[in-house]
Structures are given as C-alpha cells and as structure tokens.
C-alpha cells in the first residue's frame, strides 16, 4: 500500500433532530473502524450469487465480497423511513450499475434487524429491491455494529482482507447525485491506519431511579411486600435490581434504542425470581406506530406470553403470531431482550447473589 498523508475522516451523520438518538447507543460504529466479522447464509439465489460473485448453499464471511467499496444498509422491513428509503436505493443501484468507474468495483448489501427470510423476501418483493438483503433475525449482527435507529448506511472501503469504515449515514437521504459523487471520491481516496478522526458526540438518555424505584415499590406493594430496592450492577445498557423480603426477586431494567427512526425507545421492567422465572413485566415507555403508548390488551398480550418462561431457555417470536398489532418492532426488541436475559442470570450466579 501507498504511503499517504494522514487522512481525516468526519463521521457524517445525518441526524434529523437530536431525539432520532435518545436512548442509549453502545459502541456505535464509526470511521476508523474495522468492520466486524461477520457471517450470512448465501441460499441458492442466482442473482445473489452472480452479483456478489460467490457460489454454493454455504455461510460466507463478509470479507468474501469482492469490492472496492461495499455500502452496509441497515435496515428493518417494518419501519416507514426504511421504506421510503427503497426508491433511493434503486436509483443509486442503477447509477453505480450504469458507471464504468463504479460498476464491479461498488457492491451493496442489506441487512435486515430483527427480521426473517419471509418477511425480507416479501420487502425485497414489494419495493423491488436490485440488491440481497440479509438477515438478523436475533439482532446479533445489529448489537455488533452498535444499537442504531435505522435506516442506517455504512460505506466500507477494502484495505486488503479487511473492510474500513470510510463514512457511516443515518436516516433518510434524498440526494442521490451528491451520494453518487461521494462514492467516486471515496473509491480514489487512500485509506491507512493512524488516521485522524472526529467523532460526533452521542448522547444517552437515561430513565430516572425514581421513575424505576416507583414502580417496583408499586409492585412489590401489591404483592404485599415492603422492601425497599437494591441497585447491583449495570450490563450492556441494562440495570439490575434486588427486590422482595419474603422471596429473592431481581428486576431488569431494559433501556433500548427502537430500530426505526421515527420511533421511541424501548423501556420496561421484567422481573425473575432465582431460578430465572419470569414473574412481571412493567412498561414504562413501550410504543405502536405513531408512537402510540401499548393498550392494556396490548400489554396483556406480551405478558401472557413471557410470563412464567425461563430467561435460560430459548423464546422463540414469530411475529406473525407474536407481534402486538402496529408493534412488531417494539414487541421484537421486548421478546429479544427476554431471550438475552441468561446473560444477566450468568451474571447473577458468577456474583454470589444467585447460589
């Protein structure tokens, strides 16, 4: 590789107003960065693999994509921006297809968080999408590039085996031209280590130990307890409590960034006792679309479902069964939550305060 001089590199996201971010965002990917490994399945898709150049039913490494400059879209098929999104994306597929300078050298991907093959298949169906759309159906992937609202573009540009993250977009975008030029000059731009980098500031927006102490006072009350809270640790964005004298009950205070760009944060509280049974769930701030607040049905419906589950045990959602109604984002962010629950029960265990 060239020696260049040192390059900076201005994390461009475009963020339409500063609440397209509350919530906690934990290790967000940024220029700079390497790209994560990562792994899809390549099914017998014709187009897939003539676009990509790779063959065979087989799970393949990201880095197996031949491209100068690969563009990463995050993605949910359940959120407004993201389907707005798709008429852009045609057009900026045609424009790099139709370019000498950017036909086989740009490739783009998508990613789809918290979604299935069916429910993929039917978005890639109804927006006609000209490019594969992968999935991640247990937000694996998402959690390793860092808890983002979509949609959400990275541009990775190839420094030998590995991909670099050149520039990273949130949002809508319109400007295709302008996207367009962006991707020509990246593709001549030399990229080394020892950049440069500025980094825009990300703000969390935490929930009150009021708000929490509230409402587990609350419960216990109607459980006919009067103990007081115990805070025992934070996890990955979620805080653990100690409740209950008459029985051990921990409660786990879940603080997640929602996947479209238009909605609110996902919060609530679930509780388990010492062998990792679900006893409650308490909402705090769990939204339908318009960011309608969950009706008692709605709620009755998510609890009837994890109550009395274990947190070490697989819940598997469907989100044509699952799914509260105009909440299929929320409703899989809560079930995901449940099912990374083992990880906090771990915890619990390797502190003492489970025997």
Not at 95 to 101: A, K, L, R
Request: with cysteine.
């Amino acid at each position: 590789m060239k020696k260049v001089k040192n390059i900076l590199i201005i994390l461009l996201v475009n963020i339409v107003s500063l609440s397209l971010l509350s919530g906690i965002v934990y290790g967000l990917i940024k220029p700079g960065d390497y790209f994560p490994e990562m792994h899809f399945d390549l099914f017998k898709n014709k187009e897939t693999q003539k676009y990509l150049n790779l063959k065979g039913n087989r799970e393949i490494d990201l880095s197996e994509i031949e491209a100068d400059l690969l563009i990463v879209e995050l993605l949910s098929v359940y959120c407004v921006s993201c389907m707005a999104q798709t008429s852009f994306d045609r057009e900026l597929f045609s424009m790099i297809e139709s370019n000498e300078i950017t036909s086989g050298k740009v490739k783009m991907i998508g990613i789809g968080v918290g979604n299935n093959q069916a429910e993929v298949n039917k978005f890639i169906k109804k927006y006609n999408l000209p490019y594969p759309v992968f999935i991640d159906p247990r937000f694996s992937k998402y959690d390793q590039i860092g808890k983002i609202r979509t949609p959400f573009k990275i541009f990775l540009k190839r420094i030998e085996k590995k991909f670099l993250v050149v520039k990273t977009e949130l949002g809508v975008n319109k400007e295709v031209k302008e996207t367009f030029e962006r991707i020509t000059k990246l593709l001549k731009e030399e990229y080394h280590d020892g950049k440069e980098i500025e980094v825009a500031s990300i703000k969390e927006k935490s929930i009150g130990r009021g708000v929490v102490d509230n409402l587990l006072k609350e419960w216990l009350l109607r459980i006919g307890d009067t103990s007081q809270v115990k805070e025992l640790f934070e996890d990955a964005g979620r805080t653990v409590y100690q409740i209950g004298s008459k029985e051990v009950i921990f409660a786990v205070l879940i603080n997640r960034v929602s996947v479209c760009d238009v909605c609110k944060d996902v919060q609530f509280i679930y509780m388990i006792d010492n062998a990792g049974k679900v006893l409650d769930l308490l909402p705090i701030q769990l939204s339908k679309v318009y960011n309608r607040p969950f009706a008692q049905d709605d709620m009755a419906k998510v609890k009837a479902a994890l109550i009395s589950r274990n947190v070490n045990k697989d819940i598997g959602y469907d989100s044509k069964i699952d799914a509260v109604t105009s909440a299929t984002i929320t409703t899989g962010l809560v079930y995901d939550s449940i099912n990374k629950g083992s990880t906090i029960y771990d915890l619990l265990k390797e502190k003492g305060f489970i025997q």
